[in-house]
């Protein structure tokens, strides 16, 4: 339809009836679709959500790994007997820097025990108990290293005394649970 040959207020009035058709057409059609923007931007948000779920969890479980390495890696370095510095005569070199007093060694200890009750919350169970028990392992050679108690009057394991080597095997496992535990869900997926 030519608008030149007609006259200007039909042009007008078919300007005027185009625009209210355009204004009622995109009134309707967002209407229309304005539920499914609101169930598209609830779904974005949702998946934005998880991803920073599973990002926060990646993050949790790493720093477990790191820490679970950490403590394998105290448990494995060993010490001498544990000593306090007053046993030590004053002037003996001859012990270098293997001997590491018990109070430190306690206080590492605490340190451990500290960060791991700071990751378990944001682990998953199966996830928190192996980070448990991974410092329960080294609360145990801990305590055997630092015992007062001469070793030929402890308990022995046969009868139910603990033994350090199963503790250490139970670390080197717990961490080693851990670190595939993290390669799985927060390598293998990417």
């Not at 451990?112 to 108990?129: C, D, G, N, T, V």
């Not at 046969?158 to 799985?184: H, K, M, Q, S, V």
Request: some cysteine; proline content about 4%; aromatic content about 4%.
């Amino acid at each position: 339809m030519e608008i030149e040959k007609r006259p200007w207020h039909v042009a007008v009035a078919l300007t005027v009836v185009m625009s209210i058709a355009t204004t009622i057409g995109t009134s309707a059609s967002s209407y229309l679709l304005l539920g499914a923007k609101m169930r598209e931007e609830t779904e974005r948000a949702a998946v934005e959500l998880r991803a920073k779920g599973s990002q926060l969890a990646c993050e949790k479980l790493q720093a477990s790994v790191t820490l679970a390495a950490e403590i394998n890696f105290s448990a494995d370095r060993g010490y001498l007997n544990a000593i306090r510095l007053s046993d030590i005569p004053v002037g003996n070199t001859s012990l270098g820097g293997l001997a590491v007093p018990t109070a430190q060694i306690n206080a590492e200890q605490l340190e451990f025990e500290r960060r791991a009750s700071e990751l378990i919350p944001f682990l998953a169970e199966s996830e928190a108990e192996i980070l448990n028990r991974t410092t329960l392992h080294h609360y145990v050679v801990t305590s055997l290293r630092t015992s007062e108690v001469p070793l030929d009057q402890r308990v022995p394991p046969r009868e139910g005394g603990f033994d350090a080597n199963t503790e250490l095997i139970g670390i080197r496992d717990g961490a080693a649970r851990l670190a595939d535990a993290y390669r799985i869900a927060c390598t293998e997926q990417l």
